[in-house]
């Protein structure tokens, strides 16, 4: 029994049917779709949706001509739909401001280009309230580092080719490039800034490279292996940062002041991390990291709110950073 017929529909509506009806073994025409939905497209139109559907969606349609009708040639073909609500499409709307953090990188225009087409997968009638798709929300983040031109993109492919890198390279205390071999094993990104840990060939050890830091950088034809008892969090700690001091794992025990009590007790610092109210309504939190700089760091952002009860070497960092404050 043919539908009702409505106001006509998004291109993608009609060729999700069609996908939906070669799918289902109809052969389908323009004729019979028209009889199935209710539709008044002509012969024209629905050759246009299956050139859409075979060009844009790679579909394996063929036409057979005893049946009168499409079929698909990989039976296991199908397209899957995406219909998105007005809820669905201000969560979207929110996620642009975020990219601020890839800049400098092809992920920026990825991610545009992939909203972009997301956004016109989305029917045409769709109606969503001007004022929810602004600039009511904002990310604030780090500083963003600039990458050379290039440096991005072969990192990427080297790490996803396993192939050797040919790099310049220059650390944070140096003022002269040099010329390194490298093995790209996973890319990195701290607050706004990108990494890549591998191994150094002039090291002759696992080093974590700042990609700003990098230039001519080239792709060789040298392929690698990673060791199979590499573990990333031997050497960086996904919550508290990727600089790694001598590699030994700490367990971190720190006390807030009371006044910081809802502050540190409603967020979770760390997977691994215990958190407590003392009675007098400071709170005690402990985790494991190997990452000491970056945790005493972070302590000294409290201003004094925070008091470490161990390590001793972590103690030990914190007096000195405060004593070199009060010399300044």
């Not at 039976?75 to 401001?97: D, R």
């Not at 230039?215 to 600089?243: A, Y």
């Not at 807030?256 to 691994?272: G, I, Y």
Request: glycine share 4%; aromatic share 10%.
């Amino acid at each position: 029994m043919a539908k009702t017929k409505h106001e006509s529909p998004h291109i993608l509506a009609y060729i999700m049917e069609i996908d939906k009806a070669i799918r289902n073994g109809e052969y389908p025409n323009a004729a019979s779709m028209n009889k199935k939905m209710g539709w008044t497209i002509s012969r024209s139109t629905f050759l246009r949706y299956m050139d859409i559907l075979k060009d844009t969606y790679n579909a394996p349609a063929e036409y057979d001509f005893r049946k009168n009708g499409y079929y698909y040639t990989d039976n296991t073909y199908f397209i899957q739909q995406m219909m998105l609500n007005e809820g669905e499409l201000l969560t979207l709307s929110t996620i642009l401001p975020m990219l601020d953090q890839y800049k400098n990188t092809p992920l920026e225009e990825a991610f545009r280009n992939l909203m972009q087409k997301l956004i016109e997968m989305l029917p045409d009638s769709i109606s969503v309230d001007s004022s929810l798709i602004n600039n009511e929300v904002h990310f604030i983040s780090d500083p963003i580092t600039k990458l050379e031109d290039g440096v991005f993109e072969s990192v990427l492919k080297a790490t996803k080719l396993h192939r050797t890198l040919q790099l310049e390279y220059k650390t944070a205390e140096s003022s002269d490039y040099e010329k390194r071999s490298f093995d790209p094993y996973h890319i990195i990104c701290q607050k706004g800034s990108w990494y890549v840990l591998g191994y150094s060939h002039s090291s002759a050890a696992i080093r974590l490279y700042a990609m700003p830091r990098i230039r001519k950088c080239v792709i060789t034809e040298t392929h690698f292996s990673i060791p199979e008892d590499f573990n990333l969090e031997q050497h960086i700690d996904p919550q508290m940062g990727v600089w790694r001091t001598d590699g030994e794992t700490y367990r971190i025990e720190i006390e807030f002041a009371p006044k910081l009590k809802t502050f540190v007790s409603e967020r979770n610092w760390h997977k691994d991390q215990t958190l407590k109210e003392n009675p007098d309504g400071s709170v005690y939190l402990s985790f494991n990291t190997n990452q000491l700089n970056q945790t005493a760091a972070w302590i000294l952002s409290f201003a004094g709110n925070a008091k470490v009860i161990n390590p001793p070497q972590l103690k030990e960092q914190i007096k000195k950073a405060a004593q070199k404050l009060l010399e300044e």
